[in-house]
């Protein structure tokens, strides 16, 4: 062969050497909105790419001779088909429907470059490993694990919100506040939902891989992680332990020596932390709030805006047995007879139930349907099998469109049902009073970007007795009946300021005669205490007037007053007490009923932060909270946490009583993680005083530079 002729073959380039590379925790961490979870892991979000720096080694690489190729494989089963392993190779342009890379910049021989994740990827712990080949022959290298998360901030994701204080308030705000009490007084508890706090995201990944439908197929459960449906609807039935190996088991009888009691918790992190640390084991105990709030955390630690917990006042409890119209039995004496349901939900309605909304779009419904969606992970009736409930579209229980999933027809009942009581009568038959609008009351969430109340009932129904709201129920064939005439007899009960534990107060029936007649009338006039799901305690104070004249359009108002050596004994961690009022006319025997449910209010907790608020330097709070009962305190637990603030839970106990005016304060020190607007969140237990609540704002000032 002559020398010429090497000249027509190329010669062959060196291999291409991967020396080591870099994910950029930082800098992507940053960018995809998941700094406050750390820096000591990849935590990106699908539909927008991260950066990839590749450091080689005897040469730079050459597009003319090498390849890159990219691999990504997420759950214990990868497959191409179901979504959950992608190969891709570098080009020149992200693909922005499928896996895809493509060169950012080069240096000498490093290489910078963009990875794509598709908005429609399915959620989960990812393996990223790549190719180096030159001219077909090469080396594949492990770079690391990372974790994709649903984007509310991409266009193309399912989960995507157009507002950007929207999905700061419901995606990185890590506190919030819930809203309890009844619908005459609405209070707020604060809440940490440390969605970003250490090992949280884990817990939440782990609570996806416990669920049975991944444990009886791990592949299709897995593939299934794109639809944001699917993986609420698993939180949904995750959070409760009615099926599974889920976190909490619910309790609501006032019983809680072996846990914690639903009204001690303060945040969603202690609660994730238990359960996993128990070998995921239920903890106790919960209730609806609860429920809802550990709901939430899971989701918006996923990337998936719900990030509001929903409270529905005078909330129905709705079941298969029972019809639309709620049944309430009163003895003849006017009391409100108990009975064997109201163990567990009430048969009456509870003051207030507690839902998660969840924003998404519904592509697997007919247009009109996207936005708000209910999340209910209480257990209460059974969907499709399972002990959970939604997505159920806000709109569809507006307009009445019971057909459609998840569970419309349930929610819709829970706002909008009718309240019947029904009264014995001297020959044991039963008369049958209807209120229409009581159901369904002051729906409210945290407003964004504040720490008020908003009112969103205006989302679940149309005003009561509205040309809409009836055709509504005409649309859901039900019966609906007519309010009540504004002439005749009325009764309401009114409160009186200063309706604070420990103290005695009254209460008032205020009876109006609408007519042009004089009535010779009974009342029948009672309190008795009351859990939040309806279940009445003993009486705590009563009068029963034979004989009030009402001259004609003319009002009387009637004093009870309500002692606190009758309701201390007995008064729930709910601090609620029912009150009644039955005024029957004596000549016709026609009755109407004022019912109030009433909240006796505890004792503020002061928090002060002494010392300047700066990032990784200790600060102190001072907690003081007054003893406003009649008798002295033991057990006092003070309890602290915050996103950001403390690495954990600070408990600190009080050995000496507290006596009757006497000041519990402590002091508990802390260094602050992170800096920005952050939520101490406290809580007060003692023996007599359990569930009472406090916070403070603090801006965390950045470490100096």
């Given amino acids: 062969m002559s ?34 979870a750390g820096f000591q892991r990849l ?5 927008q790419s991260f950066i990839v720096t590749l450091h080689f080694s005897g040469r730079s690489f050459d597009e003319a001779v090498d390849t890159l190729t990219f691999h990504v494989e997420t759950g214990p089963c990868p497959i191409e088909t179901s979504g959950t392993k992608s190969s891709f190779p570098l080009s020149c342009s992200l693909e922005e429907t499928v896996w895809s890379s493509a060169v950012e910049g080069q240096d000498g021989s490093s290489l910078t470059l963009f990875v794509f994740p598709p908005p429609d990827a399915r959620i989960g712990r990812y393996r990223l490993t790549v190719d180096v080949s030159t001219e077909g022959q090469g080396s594949s290298f492990d770079l690391g694990e990372f974790v994709l998360l649903f984007n509310p ?32 007084f609405i209070y707020s508890i604060p809440w940490n939902f440390g969605q970003f706090e250490e090992g ?59 846990g914690v009691s639903p009204m001690a918790w303060s945040g969603s992190v202690d609660i994730l932390q238990r359960w996993q640390k128990f070998g995921c084991q239920p903890v106790r105990y919960g209730q609806c709030w609860v429920f809802a709030a550990v709901a939430c955390t899971a989701l918006v630690c996923l990337g998936h805006p719900p990030g509001r917990v929903v409270p529905n006042y005078n909330s129905a409890p709705q079941h298969p047995w029972e019809p639309w119209s709620i049944e309430q039995y009163l ?31 519904r592509p697997d419904l007919s247009e009109g349907y996207d936005g708000w969606q209910v999340l209910d992970p209480t257990p209460q009736e059974k969907s499709e099998g399972v002990f959970c409930c939604g997505p159920t579209p806000v709109k569809a229980v507006k307009e009445g469109d019971l057909h459609l ?40 969430t945290k407003s964004v970007g504040r720490d008020s109340k908003e009112d969103i009932t205006h989302h679940y129904k149309y005003p009561e007795d509205s040309e809409e709201e ?100 007995c008064l729930t961690q709910d601090n609620m007490i029912k009150v009644m009022a039955l005024l029957v006319d004596l000549d016709t025997q026609e009755a109407v009923l004022g019912v109030r449910n009433i909240y006796v209010k505890n004792p503020d907790i002061k928090v002060r932060v002494l010392g300047e608020p700066m990032q990784k330097r200790k600060l102190v709070a001072e907690l003081t909270l007054t003893n406003p009962l009649p008798t002295p305190l033991t057990g006092c637990v003070f309890t602290v946490e915050g996103a950001g603030l403390t690495d954990r839970q600070k408990v600190q106990e009080i050995d000496s009583p507290i006596s009757p005016g006497e000041e519990a304060k402590v002091r508990v020190d802390f260094v602050p993680r992170q800096s920005g607007l952050r939520k101490l969140v406290v809580d007060f237990e003692s023996d007599k005083l359990k569930g009472v609540k406090g916070y403070r704002n603090v801006i965390i000032a950045p470490l100096p530079k």
């Fill in 3 to 36: 020398e010429s002729s090497f000249s027509t073959y190329p010669l062959l380039s060196a291999a291409l050497q991967l020396e080591t590379w870099d994910l950029l925790y930082e800098h992507n961490n940053e960018d995809h909105r998941t700094a406050d």
């Fill in 43 to 47: 935590l990106v979000r699908r539909g």
């Fill in 153 to 184: 901030w991409s266009p193309d994701d399912t989960v995507y919100m157009e507002s950007e204080e929207a999905c700061v308030e419901y995606v990185l705000t890590q506190h919030g506040h819930i809203y309890q009490g009844s619908k005459d």
């Fill in 200 to 258: 949280i995201v884990d817990i939440c990944l782990q609570l996806l891989d416990t669920n049975p439908k991944f444990l009886r197929n791990q592949d299709k459960d897995c593939s299934r992680r794109n639809n944001p449906v699917y993986v609420s609807r698993v939180i949904s039935a995750m959070v409760n332990c009615n099926d599974d190996q889920g976190i909490l088991f619910g309790r609501w009888d006032n019983k809680y020596d072996d």
């Fill in 331 to 361: 003895e003849q004496s006017g009391k409100l007879q108990q009975g064997d349901r109201e163990l567990i939900w009430g048969s009456g309605l509870r003051n207030y139930h507690c839902w998660v909304e969840a924003w998404m779009a």
């Fill in 405 to 444: 999933k998840y569970d419309v027809r349930f929610v819709f009942a829970e706002v909008n049902a009718d309240v019947a009581y029904l009264m014995l009568q001297k020959d044991m038959s039963r008369k049958k009073t209807t209120i229409t609008t009581t159901v369904g009351k002051n729906i409210s």
């Fill in 470 to 569: 009836r055709a509504v129920f005409e649309k859901a064939q039900l019966h609906k009946d007519p309010p009540p005439a504004e002439e005749g007899l009325k009764v309401k009960i009114k409160a009186s300021e200063g309706m604070n534990n420990g103290c005695d107060f009254d209460v008032f029936a205020l009876l109006t005669n609408n007519t042009a007649e004089e009535h010779r009338c009974r009342l029948m006039f009672g309190a008795r205490t009351l859990s939040y799901n309806g279940a009445l305690g003993p009486e705590c104070g009563s009068k029963d007037l034979l004989n009030i004249t009402l001259e004609p359009h003319a009002e009387r108002t009637v004093p009870l007053r309500i002692l606190y050596e009758k309701y201390g004994h």
